[in-house]
């Protein structure tokens, strides 16, 4: 995007005085955003504004620039699929993007559809209060400025609020420092440096081949041993590009059909179910295909402890094959949970960085950091020298966001304090107390256990049609009740012991990642396409678990 275009979009008048009460006020300029803006914007007519933090569109993709990062879905899944004209004029590169081509896609989006006119960049929302007496939410940034709204739609994200763990000495230290998800847009030159990364999740698999690239010398401190698969990234054939235009309506019709929402289907054989030549052949197969589509090689690796064993010894194998040294090998094939119980990574020579020798594995189960010194890391076994520390450990997931808000309901009381056991709603959508307040693949909905442009878009298309809903019968306000979430959130952990999904105790999936943070199972488990048949029965239902009034 040109400067030219940013400070257009965020021409949006600075003022201590109060804004005209909007109809809607979304909260974040990402797939999420953009999509809701269009929806409410364009299709009924309504007075929108959007705050974004970022001098740019684009959320998760505006901030996450680190070495290696690219998409997990498949480039041509990974996009609106609302538009046939949009699906048959774009055309992607690659079979997983990185970065500036999402951007690149999402910018345009908002220029396609006029978007940026409704969008004000550089702008953090920093209070959202509940006003009940006037039905209104004041919202209020950290330059001062306050607007007034009658519907809050939060499309903050799911993975927005940055995890920098509070390891005791980081302020002492001489080199530099970065986390992942805030990393600096100008890049950053690893050439003759020492590095340490610290996180082994899906960003720090993608992240340690290109940084062992040009860094000096890099180490990697694991806490916890990960499965991966690779990637495979190809540059797409125009063969390929020609079948996603001529079949787009099939490919959104199965996007819309499976669990996860990605445009294959799980096969409906058990690993438990053929013979072992027949399983390591068909193992191989995917393997050699790569990606996420792997998990699919079999319907019961996710609910048989068993059948899963066989995936997880498969894929331990391969890295025992990959690293030339066994003490590292044991190491990172010394892996505590089912493979894909936490997010499954995929990756591009990741164990392969392991037989460089300028890389080096530190086992922190085996050797905790005892503090971070001015110029490298100490641990239990010794200190490492590093100029320049890489933290990609991952964020406070799908509560951060929200939380770090300040978002007040009903007589004042905070989001915090009604989340202070875990996150509690209904359908991911919205929390008693807090009426009119939507959340865009909020806590307990699928989100990030799928294919997150299919999630977007069904929540953003039931706000919608919610919204018109309430607007052609004359109502002002929808609420849920405690009912409900309790209801909801029974149905979320039934979903969830059915799986084997809580057994990763160390999954952010279950806040593990963060200090005090409650443990509760944050995402709905029981598949993208379940969830829309029951968010459709409840809107049919005249919204049954929300009341609407006038």
Known sequence: MSNASISSAAAAPQSDQQSPTLDALIVGAGFSG???????????????????????????????????????????????????????????????????????????????????????????????????????????????????????????????????????????????????GEWPHEGVDFSGKRVGLIGTGSTGIQATPVIAATAAHLTVFQRTANYSVPARNVPLTEEFKRYVKQNAKSIRQLMHATTNGHPFAIDERSALQVTPEERQALYEAAWERGGLQF??????????????????????NKIRSIVKDPATAAKLADIDHPYAAKRPPIDTDYFETFNRSNVALVDLRATPIERIMPH?????????????????????????????????????????????????????????????????????????????????????????????????????????SAEAMDKWVAEVNRAAAATLL?????????????????????????????????????????????????
Not at 386 to 404: E, N, S, Y
């Open 376 to 480: 490298g890391i100490r641990t239990t076994a010794g200190d490492h020298a590093l100029d320049i520390i890489v933290f990609a450990t991952g964020f406070d997931a799908m509560t951060g966001p929200l939380l770090r808000m300040d978002v007040r309901g009903r007589g004042g009381v905070s989001l915090a304090d009604a989340w202070s056991a875990g996150p509690r709603n209904y359908l991911g959508l919205q929390v008693a107390g807090f009426p009119n307040l939507f959340t865009i693949t909020g806590p307990g909905s699928p989100s990030v256990l799928c294919n997150m442009p299919v999630a977007i878009e069904q929540h953003v298309e039931w706000i919608t049609d919610c919204i018109a809903h309430m607007r052609k019968h004359g109502l002002t306000r929808i609420e849920t």
């Open 34 to 180: 953009l999509y809701q803006l269009l929806c409410l914007r364009d299709k009924l007519g309504l007075e929108v504004r959007v705050l974004e933090a970022g001098a740019g569109i684009g959320g998760t993709w505006y901030w996450n620039r680190y070495p290696g990062a690219r998409c997990d879905s498949e480039s041509h899944s990974y996009c609106y699929s609302f538009s046939e004209e949009l699906m048959q004029e774009w055309e992607w590169s690659e079979r997983y993007p990185e970065p500036p081509e999402i951007l690149r896609y999402l910018n345009h989006v908002a220029d396609r559809f006029q978007l940026k006119r409704s969008i004000q960049f550089n702008t953090r929302v920093k209070s959202v209060h509940y006003d009940q007496h006037a039905n209104v939410w004041q919202v209020g940034t950290e330059g001062g400025e306050r607007f007034t709204t009658r519907f809050l739609i939060t499309a903050v994200g799911c993975l927005s609020a940055a995890n920098v763990p509070k390891i005791a000495g980081l302020d002492s230290f001489a080199g530099r420092w970065y986390h992942t």
């Open 502 to 550: 809580p057994q990763a105790k160390h999954s952010w999936y279950l806040g593990a990642n963060i200090p005090g943070k409650p443990r509760v199972f944050m995402p709905y488990p029981g598949g993208m396409a379940h969830y829309r048949t029951i968010c459709d029965g409840v809107a049919a239902r005249n919204y049954e678990g929300f009341s609407l009034s006038a």
């Open 295 to 316: 998990r699919a090689t079999f319907q019961d690796l996710l609910v048989s402890k068993a059948a899963n064993d066989t995936a997880s010894e498969f894929l331990k």
